[in-house]
């Protein structure tokens, strides 16, 4: 389900935080990429997406617009998955992924517990399936919330920082899985990130916010230049889209100390 926003703006308090985002898409089978710097408003826009903040405009999914679903059926649609995965809750991991998918798919058990066991796999996860949340590293519960946000099976899937909390090897994991997953169940996957080199790597489509306000859209060669990291993020950088390798994003500063 594609989903799109047109005008939308909203406040927190009487300190207005987006301003008049319009013409922003994202479609099924891609990963599009939030970012901007600290501040930008970018978690305040996946949570208004999500109903959890009030917002003028327009957000639709699939033609309808999702302020006029009742919440039961939004949450059908959509998930949220927040930077805290924190939790006190006292389950082993395979029961808080498969209360996560009982919750949200009626099925039987039998399929429960397969799809259950393939997103433990998935993430390297097996390991911990016996293990209680509350004696996680903050990685590992991360890992975990990510499994019980894809096991719901949304049409619109919405991580903020997913890999904040995790080392390199999950990172890169963790986002290609979520890759993989989102072209095979044509799953419209939107994500907020910090880290460039990795949004150039796995997203088809970026969506640049500064100070709340839409500064650009597109793929990420058409986003990620020069000129436009120096007025959102304030930084000389140099922009290498090697063939056969991933892309790289070096700030110049790092490259003269690294050549003394």
């Not at 985002?21 to 930008?40: D, K, Q």
């Not at 059926?73 to 939790?87: K, V």
């Not at 006292?90 to 009982?102: D, H, K, N, P, T």
């Not at 397969?114 to 390991?127: Q, T, Y």
């Amino acid at each position: 389900m594609s989903l799109q926003i047109e005008r939308l703006d909203c406040s927190l308090g009487q300190h207005r935080v987006l301003h008049d985002l319009s013409g922003l898409t994202a479609r099924p089978g891609e990963i599009t990429a939030l970012i901007g710097p600290n501040g930008a408003g970018k978690s305040t826009l996946l949570k208004a997406i999500a109903g959890i903040e009030s917002a003028s405009g327009h957000i639709l999914l699939a033609g309808e617009r999702l302020d006029s679903l009742p919440l039961e059926q939004r949450s059908q649609r959509l998930y949220y998955l927040p930077q805290d995965t924190s939790t006190q809750a006292a389950l082993s991991v395979f029961e808080a992924v498969l209360l996560a998918r009982r919750t949200q798919v009626a099925e039987p058990a039998a399929t429960a517990l397969s799809a259950v066991e393939r997103a433990l796999k998935s993430l390297e996860l097996e390991p911990l399936a016996e293990r209680e949340l509350v004696a996680l590293s903050g990685g590992q519960r991360q890992r975990v919330a990510i499994a019980q946000a894809i096991v719901r099976r949304p049409a619109l899937l919405m991580l903020d920082e997913p890999t904040s909390a995790l080392d390199l090897h999950h990172q890169l994991q963790v986002l290609d899985y979520l890759q993989r997953l989102a072209r095979r169940e044509a799953m419209t996957v939107i994500l907020a990130i910090h880290d460039l080199n990795l949004a150039a790597r796995f997203a088809d489509h970026l969506w640049v916010i500064k100070a709340g306000r839409q500064v650009d859209s597109g793929t990420p060669r058409e986003v990620l230049t020069p000129a436009r990291l120096r007025e959102v993020y304030a930084i000389d950088a140099h922009v290498d889209w090697p063939p056969d390798a991933p892309p790289r994003i070096t700030p110049l500063s790092a490259l003269r100390s690294l050549g003394g």
